[in-house]
């Protein structure tokens, strides 16, 4: 299982970390993204850490401003968000698969339910 926290209301420009802890057997083993569904919108990729955390892969919008790390010992990811936008706005979700290809397509074993993240201009 995996939840996410962390979500809420923030002003443009400001910063926010999501968390994910996760339950999975085999935490360590999983590559791990983060991903976001806005109103209306297919569900998007936005970054994704591998599951030793040393290479991460960010969606074009979001490099620069979000950063993925992880904690293995905690079983915890996380998804640090700089200087959001409103365009940011959306619901975001943890996934986690032992396949980066899998992870980065979109696709993956474990998904938690996510927490909505609102940006007002």
């Known amino acids: 299982e995996l939840v996410e926290s962390g979500g809420g209301s923030v002003q443009a420009g400001d910063s926010l970390t999501l968390s994910c802890a996760a339950s999975?057997?085999?935490?360590?083993?999983?590559?791990i993204g983060w991903f976001r569904q806005a109103p209306g919108k297919e569900r998007e990729f936005v970054a994704a850490?591998?599951?030793?955390?040393?290479?991460?892969y960010y969606e074009a919008s979001v490099k620069g401003r979000f950063f993925i790390s992880r904690d293995n010992e905690k079983y915890m990811a996380f998804l640090q968000m700089n200087n959001v936008k409103p365009e940011d706005t959306a619901i975001y979700y943890c996934?986690?698969?032992?396949?980066?290809?899998?992870?980065?397509?979109?696709?993956?074993?474990?998904w938690g339910r996510g927490t909505q993240v609102t940006v007002s201009s």
């Open positions: 850490i591998n599951w030793k955390g040393y290479n991460d």
């Open positions: 999975i057997p085999g935490f360590t083993d999983y590559d």
């Open positions: 996934g986690g698969d032992l396949n980066w290809g899998r992870i980065v397509a979109g696709i993956a074993e474990y």
